[in-house]
């Protein structure tokens, strides 16, 4: 498809239930971001892949959260054991700019997935 | 301690005028400003950006200020349509790769 696709759109878990985000991104592009939406807050950063190295993964809330990608393309933000306060709106988004090369750095994001902790 | 702020959470304009949304931030190592629009049940589409070298970008309707010495920026809307309503994000990035959000503001624009 022509934009960043995440699967799925909505998902409901029982705590401590394991679940698994999927994230499509653009044909071609090369550096992936997921980043964590609360209600009534801005995208917060999770972790950053440039290909299938994860450059950056200082946003992860805890050691529960774990992303890979590893043919780099598509990849998966895995949360093991969910709390209550993971629920929010997990965004991927995906750019055609590596790092450390100049010019804004345009994310093109997928619609999120909706994860809500009973 | 939060690194971009946009202090006001909303914003509600009449259709035609100009609508005005500001940003703040802290770390002066930022090189780009990014501003996104956001509708519902959608995720932040790009809108306009702006290099730290820039005091000024413009494209069509929108236009974007840079206050390097205030560490402000701000978005302008002009003139301002019903469509336009939406949740804005300010955001900045470093050439390290990540992004850095505000909370958003969200604009209403009045037919």
């Known amino acids: 498809g022509a934009g960043v696709s995440q699967s799925p759109r909505y998902k409901v878990a029982k705590r401590g239930q394991d679940v698994a985000l999927r994230c499509d991104p653009i044909?071609?592009?090369?550096?992936l971001f997921w980043y964590q939406q609360a209600l009534g807050q801005g995208p917060e950063f999770l972790t950053y892949f440039q290909n299938e190295a994860q450059l950056d993964k200082s946003g992860l809330p805890s050691d529960r959260f774990f992303a890979e990608r590893p043919e780099g393309s598509v990849s998966t933000l895995k949360i093991q054991r969910t709390q209550q306060e993971d629920s929010a709106v997990y965004l991927c988004?995906?750019?055609?700019?590596?790092?450390?090369?100049?010019?804004?750095?345009?994310?093109?994001f997928g619609a999120g997935s909706r994860l809500t902790v009973l | 301690d939060q690194q971009v702020k946009q202090n006001s959470p909303s914003l509600s304009v009449q259709e035609g005028r100009i609508s005005i949304l500001n940003c703040d931030y802290t770390?002066?190592?930022?090189?780009?400003f990014l501003w996104y629009k956001k509708y519902p049940a959608e995720g932040p589409t790009f809108l306009i950006s702006?290099?730290?070298?820039?005091d000024k970008n413009e494209d069509g309707r929108f236009t974007v200020f840079l206050n390097k010495s205030a560490k402000h920026l701000s978005l302008h809307i002009v003139p301002s349509q019903p469509g336009d309503s939406a949740v804005y994000f300010c955001?900045?990035?470093?050439?390290?790769?990540?992004?850095?959000f505000g909370d958003g503001t969200t604009l209403t624009v009045k037919p």
């Open positions: 044909s071609g592009h090369v550096s």
């Open positions: 702006i290099s730290s070298i820039k």
């Open positions: 955001a900045a990035s470093t050439n390290a790769g990540k992004s850095t």
């Open positions: 770390n002066s190592m930022f090189d780009y």
């Open positions: 988004a995906s750019s055609l700019r590596d790092r450390g090369i100049s010019g804004a750095n345009v994310l093109t």
